[in-house]
Structures are given as structure tokens and as C-alpha cells.
């Protein structure tokens, strides 16, 4: 093996002594067990002798001879002082090897006399490329030996060259420590759990005084194996090394007197609490500071998790929905479902009524509504605000309102804290949304989510993604935007992929398909839990069918029919049925839907109809029955919309909305009418649908004043809606005219019967014939030489005829150019 390490200082005077080994040096070589120190100093005596220069390892020998001492910490001190003295002659060379031993004074006098000369050779452990250079084309076999050995280079000798790198460093390493004294091994055993711990600690724990500890702590850190940013395994293989060689009844006392001395220190911390669990202390004590640390870190639910589960396993024999809440909210669902099934047999009522919560919480997260609803049945009514939220939550999803009622008429006991008052906010303002106009709604379910508990405990649904529903469903896209943003910047893994969702959902309703495209991909897609899986496949069907994406819609759309198979639907799943049955009126498939539009309709009716939750899904029929050409399928929900405007301004512009759809398909474009219907799409967040209809008015019109008018309108809408990074960098002419402002992708619906098909194409004083050869080719994507190829002109005469195309339709850029013909020339886009 090569030479070994040297960190943190210069190794030039070894190499300048082993060059000019007649020349007078003084030389200090620090480092910890198994460094190299002996190596090197045997490289220098060798050197020495070569060159005829007398070399001896004691201070006590003749004067003149250059002295080479090793493990110098073990001398005496009178030794050490000898040594010192030698090291004052400038014509001497006195090489000296020791550990780094910061509090022992004669030591520290000897290096200090050393270094005036030379600053000190520091032997640290090796780097991952000193290692990967021992084993040349075996890399991953070099990071295992670094991860097991943290480059302690005696170590690394040892596993280098084994199958399994991790029981050789532990082979080694208790070879080396049985040469340690026994207080030493002590307190290796204790740092080992944390190598933050002190003098002040040792001392408490192994019942020493102050500069007995002292010393003690400077031999173990001098040993090098407490270095800063060793891998933990390396600590673990450390900590078991020494526990074997001490014994387990030793091991066992140490840790305990460790933890109670802790404990009426009160400097317990949470990592050397965990770390005692992990290296299998079983302590009552010791259960309940864990217990105690986890409370104290519930807003971090993964933490909190990890310290209920270390709690559990030190001994504590009580379940709780503590250990459930932190689990769930770290996305372990399992296993909070399992244990809240225990729970709900215990003979607390609080118990009881929290794992009723954690199991409804996770049956909704799986789509399993019945269920959540099932078990706040069996409780009945409880006192506590949170509780009876939780327990209204999931009786206004299932359209069981004296259930929700029922449950804040019982008083709650406890303190007005934020917590109980926000979960009131949240019951009280969910059922005004069955009954009380949109307005007065929103403002008692928006003072939810003044106090954010989702962050601590589970609950069938976040105060968040309640109110942005109930916004979206109202037609508040600001407030929708805006609560969800937040919410997506500080949720736990249990509501981290439905905030995302719902913020990519509040994008796709606004068009800007890029932003909704990444915010379902940032939710993820394998391993989503049901709810999650229901509206990913929902979005990123309707991301599809605005993209004209129609390989891509049916994909997502079947996907999501595989979900809705096994799903409870739930009033808070209403947007996604909504987008399917679009879809599936595209693709010609409403019947396979047609079971759980029904389930829909009917928890709506149970519910008394509230037209707040009830007219996203009405606009949905309205396309729907458009698409699937059966004007009779449109006409009841047109109807609803036309009833509920009366009190819903969201409803009177989406009745208007549908009022002008209609008669533009029919061929009856009237800018003063489908102008302010367009324009109040917007409003509400459907710029999307609104840019859809603006262009579907320009494909009707065989006015070319007119189709220019609304193309004009599609494109303020648009750009009025959009900052500019929802504008995509574009790579080929298809994804420009894809992805183009004025565009809005316009998809063409089949028309009801009796309607008049459109003009099959613009007028002739428009466009030339061969300027719409040529603009029906370049809308495929073709380039200029295959199209002057296809029409035997050349790849210039294509040049000019686009630069005319563009002139006569007035476009101010090519994307822009390429939207109006897609839209003009009815091109799928």
C-alpha cells in the first residue's frame, strides 16, 4: 500500500529530510491509531542509515545521533522534557511520531518546540480517491471499503481486499482496541453514540472527576476515530466493536448511568436518545424521554415518527395515536391504518376517537369515503373541535348532512385554543356551502386555515385543500391560487402530492398547461395513494385534451377508470368526474361512466343540490352533451345553470357561456355576445375554455372580419391571463402552433343535430391557392424543402409564399402565424 494520507499541513519537510537526510530537522508526526506514523518514521530511519547518519528512538542515547521516537504519548514525562531539550539543537534531527493528545501538557511543550521549524505532519484518513486508486476499475468497491472504514487507513488495509469490507473493519478494529486500557474503551463506547458529548458527560457517566474525563476524552479523540463526517455506520461498527470487547453487562451499565445522568442533566437530546434504542437499550426511562422528545418535535412529523418508533422499541408498551398521526404523516399509511385499528378498542375515549380519525383520515386518502363515514357512525358524536371537524368533513363528502350537524352539537370541553376554533371554522363553513351563497361560505372556511394543524395531526382532508375546492367550485381562482400555493410549500408527505395536484389543477382550469404539466409530474405517479391517483390521471387527462393530445387523453383516461373502479366517490371528487366525463364524451365512452355520474348526481341530491358543488359538474354535462351530439343531454344541465345563476355569479356567466357555445355551433357568431361570455370565462379562471370559445366563434364565422375579431379576443385572454413563463420555449414549428397564445388548441366538437356544419374554408381573397398548399403542409410540420419537394417549387419560393401568408393575416410572429392558420384552416391541432 502507498504511503498514507496527509491532511490539513505540509509533508514537504519529510520529504525534504529524506532528500538531505544529513541535513538537521525537527520533524513532528501526528495522527491516530493505525495512521501510518510507524510507516512513515521507518521510511525516515532508513533514509537516515542510508546516509550513514547515526538514528536512535530514545532521548537517553549519545548526543549527535538524530533521534526517531514513536508513540511518543506513551514516554514519561521527565522523558518527553529530554526530548524537548533535544529538539532545542539546531544541529540535531529529532523526528517525532505521537497522537494528538491537546491536553497533555509535556506533549504539548515537545510539539510546540517541534513545529517552530516545521509545521506538524498530520496522518488523517483517506480520501475516496486515494482509495479508488488502490483498486483501479473497482469503484464501487472502493466506496463501500471508504463507507465501512471511514478512511481510517489500518482499516482500510483490512478491508480492501475482503468480500465484505464492513465485517473486516470490525475484524480490525477489534484487534486494535483490546490494546486500549479499559477507561479509554468506556469512553469510546460513549462517544461513539455521540461524538458531541463532553468531559462534563464522561465524567457524569463513567463517575470520574473533571480532569480524569478531560484526559479521557483526549485519548479517545486522539485516536482518530471520532473524526467530524464519519459515515454513522462507521460510529455503529465502532460503538459494537467496543461493546464486545467491554462485555454486555458492561455495556449495558455504561449506557444506563449514560442515559440517567442525561436525564438529571436534562441534556438528553433527541439523536443520542435514538441511538440508544438503535444499539438496543431497553429502558422504561428511556421510552418516555423518547416519548417525550417526540411531542416536542411534532412539527416535523418524520422526526416525530422516528422517536415514537424508538420509544416503542426501548421498552414503552402503550400504543398511541401520537406514533399513528406521525406515521401517517410521514406517509406510512399501513402502518398508522393498522395500529388505529388496534386503538380503536381501548378503553380511552380519547384514544378511541383519535384512531377513529387517523383510520377515516387514511380511508379518505385511499378513496374510501364509505369507510371514513362508517367509522365516525360507530363513535357517533364526540367532544372535541377536531374531532367533529374531521367527522363533518367526511359527512358533507358523503352527502350526510344530520350526520354533520349532528356532530358540532355536542359542546367541546376543552380550551378555545387556534386549533379547536379553526377546526369549528372549517365544520361551520363547509355546511354554509350547502346552503349560503358562495361569499359568506368562503369567509368562515377561509379562518381554517389561520392555524395549519395538517402539519401535526391527520385529518381526512387539509384545511387547505378544502377551501381551495370550495374556491375553484365557486369560481375564486385568485383565492384558490393563492391558499394552495402556500399550502404546497409546507406540506407533510400525506398532503404533499394533493396540494400539488390541486395548485397544477387551478393552472390547467387557467390554460398555462406547462405549469399544471410539472406540478402533476412533481406529485409523482407510481405509489399514489388512491384520492391522489384519482386526480393525477384526471389532470393529466385533461392537460391531454387541451394539448390535442388525443393518444395521451385516452391513456390517462383509462387509468383513471381503473381507479374510479375501486374509488368511493365523495363530493370532494366532483372536478375530477368532471374532466373524465369530457373525456369520455370525446372518446365516445359516457357509458362506462355513466354509474358513478349517476352516484354523483345522487349524492348531489342528497345534499339538497347546493349550487356551489354542483355547477363545476352542470358545465361539465354541458360539454359532455355537446361533444356526445345529444342536444337532450345538454338541456338539464343548462337548465341548472340557468337556476342557480340567481344566486351564483359564477353560475350566470357559465349559463351565459353555454348560451353563446351553442349558437356559435349553429353558426350564429355575434361578437357582442360571445365577447362578454368569453371574457367572464375568464373571470372565474376558465381562460382555457375561454380562449376555447373565442376560437371555436372564429372557426364558425364565415366573415373574415369577424374571425379575425375573435382570434384577437383568444389571444388577450390568453396573454392577459399568462406570465411569461407559461410561455414554453418552442423547438419545431408544431410545437410553436401547439403551444401558441392565440391558439388555445381549440378542439372541434361534434355538433348537435340540426346544426350547420362551418365553412369548409376561408375565403379565396384571403389566401391564394398555393399559399394554402403551402400553409396546409407547413401546419404538418414539414419543413420548407420537403414542402417545395411535395409542390415541385423550390425551398425559397416556399420562403416567400409563408413571408406573404404572414402579411395578409397580420401576424406579428411566426408562432402567431401558424395559430390563426391552425385555427383558420381547421387544422387538428
Known sequence: MSSPAVVGSDSGAIAALIAAPRDPAKILVSGGIGAGKTTLLGAVRRALRDAGVPVRSSPDDETGAALVVDDAQLLSEGELARLTEAAADPGRTVVVAAEPLAHHGALRDLGLALTRENPAVVLGPWTAAQVARLRPGSVGHAEAVLAATAGVPFLVSAALDADAPVDATRVALIERLRRLDQPVLDTLLVCSLDRRLGSDDIAAALRVDAAAAQLLVDHARASGLLEPGQPPTFHRTLHQAVAEIVGAARHHDTEISLLYTQLEMTTLTADLALRMAEHGLRDERLAKALTTLAARHRDDPARAAALYRAASEAGSTQLSTELGDALALTGDCATAARLADDLLGSADPAQRAAAVRIAASV?????????????????????????????????????????????LDVEDPGPPTSTARAARSLADGLLDTLDRPFPAAIAGLSRSITSEWSLESVSPDSPAALVTLAAIHGGDPVRARSIIGRAAAQSSPFTAPRHRLLLGWTRMLDGRLNRATADATAAGAPGLHRRDALWSAALHTAIARRAGDSGAMQQHWY??????????????????????????????QVDRLQHHLDEAMGLLERLGRPPLWSVPLHWAGVHAGILANSPDAVAPHGQALTAAAADSAYAQALARAGRAWLRVLANQVD?????????????????????????????????????????????????????????????????????????????????PAGVAPRAAAIPSSRLSDREREVAELLLLGMPYRDIGSQLFISAKTVEHHVARIRRRLGAESRPEMLSMLRALLGTPA
Open 363 to 407: 380511508a379518505m386518502h385511499d378513496g374510501d369515503a364509505a369507510a371514513a363515514a362508517d367509522l365516525f357512525g360507530w363513535l357517533g358524536p364526540y367532544p372535541d373541535a377536531f374531532i367533529a371537524s374531521a367527522a363533518v368533513v367526511v359527512a358533507v363528502a358523503t352527502g350526510d348532512v344530520p350526520a354533520a350537524r349532528a356532530a
Open 559 to 588: 387509468a383513471a377508470l381503473d381507479v374510479l373502479a375501486e374509488y368511493s366517490l365523495d363530493l370532494y371528487s366532483l372536478l375530477p368526474l368532471g374532466e373524465l366525463w369530457v373525456a369520455a364524451a370525446r372518446l365516445r
Open 671 to 751: 361578437v357582442e355576445e360571445v365577447t362578454p361570455a368569453a371574457r367572464g370565462l375568464t373571470q372565474f379562471g376558465l381562460t382555457w375554455d375561454a380562449t376555447r370559445l373565442a376560437g371555436q366563434a372564429a372557426l364558425q364565422t364565415p366573415d373574415p372580419r369577424v374571425s379575425g375579431v375573435m382570434l384577437q379576443l383568444a389571444r388577450e385572454l390568453k396573454v392577459s391571463a399568462h406570465d411569461a413563463d407559461d410561455v414554453p420555449a418552442v423547438a419545431d414549428d408544431t410545437e410553436a402552433a401547439a403551444a401558441s397564445a392565440a391558439s388555445g388548441t381549440f378542439e372541434e366538437p361534434s355538433r
